[in-house]
């Protein structure tokens, strides 16, 4: 049962879903300098709803050594953060207002059964 979908609406009400663009990552390419660059799949539109971390999410953050505004955002979904055994630098999200957000961790990952993931996100330097 994806209680997310249940309370989404209630909660929009005060705090509305915002339809953002979400880039998954597929890795790095590596240039013939050595170099690396992040590689991403084309976007797709989501709706997410942003929320401040809660005492717990920030429990589980500590000692990441993340800097920068953090959030928690909802979203539908199995999303991914920085997964180094995969290669994977964590996926980015693109606000309506232009913002954007790397996803630094998985907080809450109920996709398989419920299909949403909640995740830490961290604002990044706008291209």
């Not at 050594?65 to 959030?71: L, V």
């Not at 979203?75 to 309506?96: F, L, Y």
Request: with cysteine; aromatic share 8%.
């Amino acid at each position: 049962m994806n209680l997310h979908n249940i309370v989404a609406p209630c909660i929009a009400v005060i705090n509305p879903m915002l339809t953002a663009s979400i880039q998954v990552s597929t890795g790095y390419t590596t240039g013939s300098d050595g170099l690396t660059t992040p590689a991403y799949a084309p976007a797709v539109n989501v709706q997410v709803q942003m929320q401040s971390l809660t005492y717990n999410d920030l429990y589980q953050l500590d000692g990441m050594d993340i800097n920068g505004e953090k959030h928690a955002m909802y979203i539908n979904g199995n999303w991914e953060g920085v997964v180094r055994p995969d290669g994977k630098g964590g996926d980015i999200i693109t606000m309506p207002n232009g913002d954007v957000y790397l996803v630094a961790q998985i907080l809450e990952n109920w996709a398989d059964t419920d299909g949403w993931t909640k995740v830490a996100v961290t604002r990044q330097m706008n291209p």
